[in-house]
């Protein structure tokens, strides 16, 4: 968790995943997925160089967005 003072850009990020997760029923399940294989591999922290989980959403949404047209 993050806590970060006079800042609303996590709230804005939420919402934007939420609208996301709307126009896609595959992005949560598959965003799931991918983040559970990453922490098995030890992949899933920032800091130690892993992908963090807004990261994670917007590669499976692009993912999705191309392999649906």
Known sequence: MDIIKDSDSGVMAAECIRSMMRKQQGLRPLTLLIKHYLMLKGLNEVF?????????VCMVMSFLQVSTM
């Open 48 to 56: 130690t160089g892993g992908m963090g989980g807004y990261a994670i």
